[in-house]
């Protein structure tokens, strides 16, 4: 079955009970057993849920994985990998990171012992050096958030396997449609479902795809203990954004091509920052491991004040100033005051995410009309 086709049918079944086309929101706490212990397979809700197997089956299917574990959010479903981690064990993770990774990684895991640091991935050499004894999870944003840095997933899955370090990859901002992690050897990918999956901008939702049915059973038992799991109606709601992941991810990508076109044209604008520009560092890398460049652009302006990046960015009519990405509507945001926040300033400056950097999610809407409000705003 190829990959759309996948988006659509893999896992998915009408309903035994009624024939329905569409997998039924099970809205229900508890389910009836003939006897103790003699039931159909549900028993509680905070364990296994109809809706939410079905979607864990389909994600299982489109990232070529074992078996997948849905979580409340992406956050929720990065909790529980941290947690297959004991006090004294080490994270080594890219150091361009998402704000919110970065805060659960220092700010919740840290005082319980658990360590990361955070280091460019680019010179493999380098990355190998930093590795210690202490070391059992490298953690892998590509591209990364909010710079837009790729990282030779399969080079780093080579030097960690020889070590026996698990590779956690962060497909979030690449989606299934673009990038397949666990085709080049990393054991765990993990999705905010908010972003891509969900495409609509109207649900939280995080999910683990396991390369094995073991770590998938150990991210099982922590989420029933714990509890951090999705409703079935957020599980209804990315199952249905996947069925139209692939139009929903292309047409983006088409639009920030032509975007970023304007962006290089433009005199005001300075620096940019996507992996389809031929100079990018990471270009030939992207292209070799992702099926197209992506939807997120990251920019400077030539005058890198503060003042004249928030101006722009309360200019523009048809780009909605947001957090998040991914949806069919384009976002534009400033990392430095909203998704990047918690990371201390001299190590956003020093990874190179300046206080004038604007980060934008191309959404599917005319390009046309996106230039013309990026050009009215910036201009």
Known sequence: MKFNTKLIHAGIHPDPSTGAVMTPIYQTSTYAQDGPGNHKGFEYARTQNPTRKVLEDNLAAIENGAAAVCFGSGLAAMDAIIKLLKPGEEVLATHDLYGGSYRLLVRVFGPLGIKSRYIPMQNLEYFESQISENTKLIWIETPTNPLLQIVDIEAIVNIAKRKNIMVCVDNTFASPYLQNPIDLGADLVLHSGTKYLGGHSDVIHGAVICKTNELADQLH????????????????????????????????????????????????????????????????????????????????????????????????????????????????????????????????????????????????????DLIADLHEAIN
């Open 221 to 368: 038992f922590i989420q029933n203990a714990t509890g951090a799991v999705p409703g079935p109606m957020d599980c209804f709601l990315i199952l249905r954004g996947i069925k139209t992941l692939h139009v929903r991810v292309q047409r983006a990508c088409e639009n920030a091509k032509k975007i970023v076109e304007y962006l290089q044209s433009n005199p005001k604008v300075n620096r940019i920052l996507y992996p389809g520009i031929i100079s990018h560092p990471g270009h030939e890398i992207a292209k070799k491991q992702m099926k197209d460049f992506g939807a997120m652009i990251s920019f400077d302006l030539h005058n890198q004040e503060l003042e004249n990046a928030v101006r722009v960015l309360s200019r523009t009519k048809l780009f909605t100033c947001a957090e998040s990405l991914g949806g069919v509507e384009s976002l534009i945001g400033h990392p430095a005051s909203m998704t990047h926040a918690s990371i201390p300033k001299e190590d956003r400056i020093k990874s190179g995410l300046t206080d004038s950097l604007i980060r934008l999610s191309i959404g599917i809407e005319d390009s046309d």
